[in-house]
């Protein structure tokens, strides 16, 4: 964050050099599971990249992929379609509005089709990296409606670890019906 802000000082905020440093940042921010910070910066510096340096320019096409990780919601999901209940990697695309806490998910299917299914947090199993809200919660009830981030899932515990941007908020573990996960715009 110093060197980019150092480079915005130095060089200006639509150079190559600066451009350079907010790579780093970037990566530092996705690495320290910063997401909604990381996801703002990106918003407000992808149309500067690509008017400086070029759509097509390598640290712009980096922008952007990164960009769509952050907003693309993977999980593990089981899918029963063959009879035989399978866990598969899914996609999850947003709420369905229909039904509480059930989410539009997009299966593999063996044809290379795509299938979207409705299914409920429960038969969702939450990478790392996810953005989350937390919501129901009763014994820490001043955390709820408080954006996280998952980190890990400790199953001996049966719940996620989450983490928080404001500084003060100490990671915590959840567990998964207290959790609602967050799209991004």
């Not at 905020?13 to 703002?40: W, Y």
């Not at 059930?102 to 953005?131: D, G, I, Q």
Request: net charge positive; charged share 25%.
């Amino acid at each position: 964050r110093v060197a980019y802000k150092k480079s915005i000082e130095s060089n200006g905020r639509d150079t190559f050099n600066t451009f350079h440093h907010l790579v780093g940042l970037t990566r530092a921010l996705f690495d320290t599971h910063r997401l909604f910070e990381l996801h703002e910066l990106l918003k407000e510096s992808l149309p500067r990249a690509n008017r400086t340096l070029g759509p097509n320019n390598n640290i712009a096409v980096w922008m952007e992929e990164l960009l769509q990780k952050v907003k693309q919601v993977s999980a593990l999901g089981i899918d029963e379609s063959s009879g035989c209940p399978v866990i598969v990697p899914v996609v999850v695309l947003g709420y369905d509005s229909s039904s509480e806490n059930k989410y539009f998910t997009e299966f593999p299917t063996p044809v290379r089709m795509r299938s979207t299914v409705s299914v409920s947090m429960s038969s969702l199993e939450l990478f790392p990296n996810t953005a989350v809200i937390l919501q129901n919660l009763t014994t820490a009830k001043h955390l709820n409606g408080k954006k996280a981030v998952v980190v890990d899932y400790d199953k001996k515990r049966g719940r996620y670890q989450v983490v928080f941007e404001e500084d003060d908020t100490k990671p915590c573990l959840v567990k998964k019906e207290n959790l609602k996960i967050f799209f991004f715009d």
